[in-house]
């Protein structure tokens, strides 16, 4: 007889089956094996929110599979995801497998699919958490609640087909408010000055105007910049009036998180983020490397903490120092603080072994695993370097105006001292060396007299707010506490896929259908929409998970408040009383025809 372990996927599956051996038999669920029924509601309100799961039909072959399985099982392992909805698949493998045998029931829980990682978890088995259980329950709950009972709503005064979403009607909500800024967004006119300086011996470098009078200003119209302009070009010889040189030091960016991540791949790939989330999952249960099998290459990648395994740094520090040198290993290990609802045993995303290089993988990846695997990489390697050292000039040049303000222009380089981090990874785009204009402003003297050589003046206008991309919305949720790791693509998705945002290079924009849907949510259930209530609820499912409030006692609040909202919604567009009861004195006094009968129907238009 062999041990059972249970997966989600196939593909997770074959990975760990090559890692170990005989003794396991292992299988794969599929996902959820039951969920709440697809045509019904399934949540008895009156009894505490009890869901009323189901076995799906696509699950029935897999159960009986892993029934038949578990009945000649030593011991059963249940090993999904490390996360909430992983716990819950878990549970619900179980209880639908706990009739089948008396052998005991496992939870393994790995961050990667590594043979260390999985023989650690099977030596550490635990039992399930039923507060990540609860958790996810809630989560299903509510969001069955909102979507059943809201949706109807804008059926009957939209279009059928439609439907609300506890938080994917917040991110379209975030979209169309951002819309309406841009469309509201009037531009104001400035002007910008420029000014080309030059030394006694020749040498020239540019400057912007900076300040006036020591403050900050602002020039509107074209006859001011040309009066500001000539002011100073008529004003006394510019002196410099300080140089100064700084060292400036950058710190490597934290490995990523799952919405880093996304923004990462959405601004580098133009992925969405469902592909990097489809491209992560291939990249986290196994990708085949020739003679070496199937190898997981990356950390489970559903995560928002920034925490790295102890084994791994140490790893990274031995790489870093071999390939690019000591002085890039700081003294001290980098570490990095997390938010505070981040889950501290949860880890970063990173590669499973630093060892495998992009360039070693390469030959057996597709081009967009090799993209999400490169920049997962160099993120994650970088965030183990030390500081990235440059030197920053920065001179003043003073003019008198011949209004008798003062004038202070400004001229910036940056020089390169030592790359660090940047020797892997810089989310700059550019990482121009300015040692020239450097050298120029680094060698002046204050007092040192220059003269004009050129002198320009820009008009300009302020621009509205950029509409989202995907990246952008997924750092405003995250910023907002919205959504989560493991929701993040699945809301980007859902808006998209209902018709009520569309991409329109690379930006989101809210449709018609898009409009009308959150004015009408907003407009009749903005506590339910509102953007503090939704990243309150996030929190309250945080605090189930930690264990500190129950599930249902979460749900019977939220219900008390959502009732009386729902049914304010729902007549919404009644008459005023006073309104109605006008119309029904005025039927008082109407004479009705007689009471019809057509075949078994009468039809009364009084009683109507």
């Known amino acids: ?8 996927s196939p593909t997770k599956a074959r990975t760990i089956s090559r890692m170990l051996g005989n003794d396991y038999a292992i299988m794969a669920s599929m996902g959820h094996v039951r969920d709440l029924p ?32 578990a009945r000649k099982a030593d011991a059963v392992y249940l090993a999904p995801d490390p996360d909430r909805e992983g716990e819950a698949i878990a549970w619900h493998l179980a209880e639908v497998l706990k009739g089948t045998t008396k052998q005991p029931f496992h939870r393994v829980a790995f961050h990667e699919i590594t043979r260390s990682a999985i023989e650690r978890a099977l030596a550490e088995k635990t ?40 938080v994917q009607s917040v991110a379209l909500r975030l979209v169309v408010e951002r819309e309406r800024a841009i469309d509201a967004f009037v531009p104001e006119e400035y002007w910008v000055f420029s000014l080309v300086f030059r030394t006694g011996d020749g040498r020239e470098f540019a400057c912007r105007l900076f300040k006036i009078d020591g403050k900050d200003f602002k020039i509107t119209t074209g006859a001011e910049a040309e009066t500001v302009l000539k002011s100073i070009l008529d004003g006394a010889p ?22 880093t991540m996304q923004q990462a791949a959405s601004n580098a790939f133009h992925f969405s983020a469902t592909q990097t989330m489809r491209y ?24 928002d903490s920034v925490t790295i395994a102890r084994e791994a740094q140490e790893m990274a520090r031995t790489f870093i120092a071999g390939t690019y040198g000591a002085e890039f290993v700081p003294a001290k290990p980098n570490f990095f603080k997390n938010k505070a609802a981040a889950q501290e045993a949860h880890e970063a995303i990173r590669p499973t072994d630093i060892n495998r290089t992009p360039e070693a993988v390469a030959p057996y990846l597709e081009p967009a695993l090799l993209k999400l695997y490169t920049l997962i990489w160099r993120r994650f390697t970088a965030s183990q370097m030390s500081p990235c050292v440059q030197n920053l000039t920065t001179v003043d040049v003073a003019v008198t105006g011949a209004d008798r303000r003062a004038y202070t222009f400004r001229a910036t380089a940056t ?12 989310e700059e785009n550019t990482t121009k060396d300015e040692s020239g204009e450097a050298a120029v402003l680094g060698s002046l003297q204050e007092r040192q007299r220059l003269t004009v050589a050129d002198a320009k003046r820009e008009q300009k206008f302020t621009e509205p707010p950029p509409r989202y991309t995907e990246a952008t919305l997924i750092k405003a949720l995250e910023d907002n506490g919205i959504g989560r790791p493991s929701t993040y693509a699945t809301i980007l998705r859902t808006i998209q896929q209902r018709r009520y945002v569309s991409r329109e290079q690379g930006r989101l924009v809210p449709t018609e259908l898009g409009y009308k849907v959150c004015d009408f949510l907003v407009g009749h259930l903005p506590e339910l929409f509102d953007v503090g209530f939704t990243a309150q609820m996030e929190q309250e499912l945080d605090e189930i998970e930690n264990g500190t409030i129950a599930w249902t006692a979460m749900m019977r609040e939220f219900y008390e408040k959502f009732a009386p909202w729902l049914e304010k919604a729902k007549h919404c567009d009644a008459p005023a009383a006073e309104t109605a009861g006008t119309l029904l004195e005025k039927l008082a006094n109407v004479t ?17």
């Open 1 to 8: 007889m062999k041990n059972l372990l249970i997966v989600e």
């Open 280 to 303: 992560a999952q291939e990249l986290y249960e196994g990708v085949e490397l020739g003679s070496a099998g199937s190898v997981g290459l990356i950390t489970y990648m559903r995560t």
């Open 592 to 608: 009705f025809a007689p009471p019809e009968k057509r075949g078994r129907r009468t039809y009364d238009d009084a009683q109507f």
């Open 38 to 69: 697809e045509h019904a509601f399934g949540v008895d309100i009156e009894h505490d929110f009890a869901p009323q799961y189901v076995d799906s039909a696509r699950s029935a072959k897999i159960v009986r599979e892993l029934r038949a399985a």
């Open 238 to 259: 510019p002196a410099v009036d300080r140089v100064a040189t700084a060292e400036r030091r950058r710190h490597a960016p934290p490995p990523f998180t799952t919405s």
């Open 127 to 166: 039992t399930i958490n039923m507060n990540l259980v609860d958790a996810q329950q809630a989560r299903r709950v509510l969001d069955r609640i909102v979507g059943y009972q809201v949706s109807p709503l804008l059926w009957s005064r939209l279009e059928k087909g439609i439907s609300a979403g506890r």
């Open 415 to 426: 020089v390169p001292v030592f790359p660090g981090f940047t020797r892997v990874f810089s």
